[in-house]
């Protein structure tokens, strides 16, 4: 057990995530769209050479990715509007690399956008600092003028935008030569014009959990070290960290522990920076028909689903569209499933046929909110407590298989270990013993007969403030 600091403790909780990235928690889960020429010259990265006139989706139409990606419960669609290959999706005016030099001839930027704001989903984008097309690359303020005027019309033309993913990837361009990004000038770009975008990956918003395999920690913290944030950008920046001393050693996107008490209790700054985990449906990013016979199982993804919305971060999925501009039907048939298994699995709050207590006597909320999935009513003890305990006593026994939890995370990521104990005629059934909680931890038991809950915080910064459990 950890030694109790009420001054350390309190300098923790007072890191709390910005509107914009409260937003993006809330979203929970959005998907990808890997679409460029490669899609049509079966690679994974293109080179800059490929010739316009392929990129040919006869049969596109976003609506249909639109409600594919509905179907599945995610809020959003981020898409590669350029990828390393500098083919943009929409006619810029600052290249002839685009869309308007194919048979195509639209926007698909401009189809996919109103798709999603007609759809009530989100719109992001993908834009890869990395050009292998650009005559400019490598040519430091030219390139970045060429850049930014790119973001300034995919953020002024196209309505709001709620994420910008900038890729971690960075090699040379057509030239030879490598660029050294101007990165505070691209965050002020977007904040300028989209002030409720979070700016992922290489960015101040949201981190990339480290690795594109859709892993999740067994502890996800999103209180860490400032520290890890600049390292993602230096990491992509190229050789520009050659200094290692122990204090400034480097913390990887791929470190097991970001943010335990231990860790980060004596650190001078800190952040709320929320892991994303990003993966695709298939073993690539961008479509191939050979893998039409390895889209990830319903099953698979619903386990995907459980572990990393329910572990504390975000999941964005990638679909990648085919040659005709539409997601496969395998990929939609996978998707509609897993709607359905999510949609069944988490219907009916046993929590609404219980009745609730706390006995806890400092209890400073009530408990009876917490059924309820907002950020108004919410149930913690007093200050320094640091632990607390709910007990959901059911009308009678039902077959249960998941807790949810969730801390109100306006109030800082708090909780580092807890239990769930479940009772059936006074005997204990089973007990789960986890760690973090944070936006959200889905607990996943066995099947059991139970009649009784308890939720037990058995450590907590300052005090737990727990905003909503769910048992199904
Ligand atoms: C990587 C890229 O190189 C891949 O092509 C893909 O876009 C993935 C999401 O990020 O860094």
């Excluded at 005027?149 to 361009?173: I, K, P």
């Excluded at 122990?246 to 004596?266: N, Q, V």
Aim: hydrophobic share 30%; glycine share 8%; net charge negative.
């Amino acid at each position: 057990m950890r030694t109790a600091d009420n001054e350390k403790e309190s300098r923790l909780v007072s890191v709390v995530p910005s509107d914009r990235q409260l937003s993006l928690m809330q979203r929970e889960f959005y998907a990808f769209a890997h679409f460029t020429v490669n899609t049509y010259t079966n690679r994974e990265w293109g080179d800059g050479t490929e010739k316009e006139s392929i990129f040919d989706p006869v049969k596109f139409d976003a609506r249909q990715w639109v409600k594919a990606v509905k179907a599945a419960g995610m809020k959003g669609i981020i898409l590669t509007c350029k990828h390393h290959d500098g083919f943009c999706l929409w006619p810029s005016k600052y290249t002839d690399h685009t869309v308007a030099g194919s048979p195509f001839k639209g926007d698909v930027v401009k189809e996919v956008s109103d798709a999603c704001h007609e759809g009530g989903i989100g719109f992001g984008v993908y834009l890869s600092p990395w050009d292998r097309n650009s005559k400019l690359y490598g040519q430091s303020k030219a390139y970045d003028d060429y850049f930014v005027n790119q973001l300034e019309e995919l953020l002024s033309n196209y309505g709001e935008v709620f994420s910008v993913w900038f890729d971690g990837a960075c090699g040379e361009g057509p030239n030879g030569k490598k660029q050294y990004y101007d990165w505070n000038r691209y965050y002020e770009t977007i904040r300028r014009l989209q002030p409720g975008a979070c700016i992922h990956v290489c960015g101040p918003d949201v981190r990339w959990c480290g690795n594109e395999a859709g892993h999740t920690r067994v502890s996800e913290w999103s209180v860490v070290p400032e520290r890890t944030r600049d390292t993602e950008k230096i990491a992509s920046d190229s050789q520009q960290s050659d200094d290692t001393s122990f204090r400034e050693r480097e913390i990887k996107a791929s470190d097991e522990d970001l943010g335990s008490y231990g860790l980060i209790c004596d650190e001078d700054k800190l952040v709320w920076y929320p892991a994303e985990v990003d993966t695709s449906i298939r073993p690539g990013w961008f479509y191939h028909s050979e893998e039409d016979g390895d889209v990830k199982t319903p099953e698979e993804l619903f386990d995907l689903y459980e572990t990393t919305v329910g572990g504390n971060t975000t999941l964005l999925l990638n679909i990648p569209p085919t040659r005709e501009g539409l997601f496969h039907s395998k990929d939609v048939e996978a998707l509609e499933a897993l709607g359905r298994m999510i949609g069944e699995t988490y219907r009916d709050n046993l929590l609404e046929r219980a009745k609730l207590s706390s006995d806890t006597d400092d209890g400073v909320h009530d408990v009876s909110g917490i059924r309820k999935d907002d950020y108004d009513t919410w149930y913690g003890t007093s200050d320094y407590t640091r632990t607390a305990r709910i007990t959901a006593t059911f009308d009678k026994e039902y077959t249960l298989n998941r807790v949810v939890l969730k801390e109100n995370v306006k109030l800082s990521q708090r909780i580092e270990g807890f239990r769930v104990i479940a009772y059936r005629g006074g005997r204990e059934v089973f007990v789960y013993e986890g760690t973090v909680v944070g936006y959200k931890k889905i607990v996943r038991i066995p099947a059991v007969a139970a009649d009784r809950i308890e939720i037990e915080v058995l450590d907590s910064r300052v005090a737990p403030a727990i905003s909503f459990v769910g048992v199904y």
